[in-house]
Antibody
């Protein structure tokens, strides 16, 4: 059973860069798509982007100017860097494997527990 | 970006009763519609994708229907573990977008 675990700071200052890492437990990082999804407190979910080892990452256009998602297969990790953070970026950040695929679309079947990131000075 | 809306905001249902949740897309998404369940403090869980295909661990009391812009999630007989927030999400166009959610609580 694959497990995912987010790690990174719980508090980020405005204008700084958020760096989060997701560690995948079973070494399958080369086999699937991997994604980041976030949820502001009390609000709906928002797709951030996704990546696969043999493809360029795909970013939500609303975040693309500030966003980098990368994969490090040797460490079974993938990462998110979100620049110029503001209060609007306060959210629980989830990493997920897009392992349930059908008709060309892949869906998250395993999730991390989520990491709350607060933007505040 | 495709905007998803859901109704009602809150649905109060007694255990054993049927629950019907609605989801609407701002433009046609074909059958490319998924449903997720989220309980407090937990990550979402994929229930249904491709409008009506249940994920492997989804009980058959959950069913999805609709097409184009209007979709329904039906829970045929609510169990205690089904009281949660349900989100619809279109997977037709990037960025995938979620609805604001429907909370199903105990009547």
């Amino acid at each position: 059973q694959v497990q995912l675990q987010e790690s990174g700071p719980g508090l980020v200052k405005p204008s700084e860069t958020l760096s989060l890492t997701c560690t995948v437990s079973d070494g399958s990082i080369g086999d699937s798509y991997w994604s980041w999804i976030r949820q502001p407190p009390g609000k709906a979910l928002e797709w951030i982007g996704f990546i696969r080892f043999d493809r360029n990452p795909t970013y939500n256009p609303s975040l693309s100017s500030r966003l980098t998602i990368s994969l490090e297969t040797s460490k079974n990790q993938f990462s998110l860097n979100l620049r110029s953070m503001s209060a609007a970026d306060t959210a629980v950040y989830y990493c997920a494997r897009l392992g349930r695929c059908s008709l060309g679309h892949c869906h998250p079947d395993h999730w991390g527990q989520g990491a709350l990131v607060t933007v505040s000075s | 970006e495709i905007v998803m809306t859901q109704s009602p905001v809150t649905l109060s249902v007694s255990p054993g009763e049927r629950a019907t949740l609605s989801c609407r897309a701002s433009q046609s998404v074909g059958n490319n519609l998924a449903w997720y369940q989220q309980t407090p403090g937990q990550a979402p869980r994929l229930l249904i994708y491709d409008m009506s295909t249940r994920a492997p661990d989804t009980p058959d009391r959950f069913s999805g229907s609709g097409s184009g812009t209007d979709f329904t999630l039906t829970i045929s007989s609510l169990q205690s573990e089904d009281f949660a927030v349900y989100y619809c999400q279109q997977h037709d166009k990037w960025p995938r977008t979620f609805g604001p959610g429907t909370k199903v609580d105990v009547k």
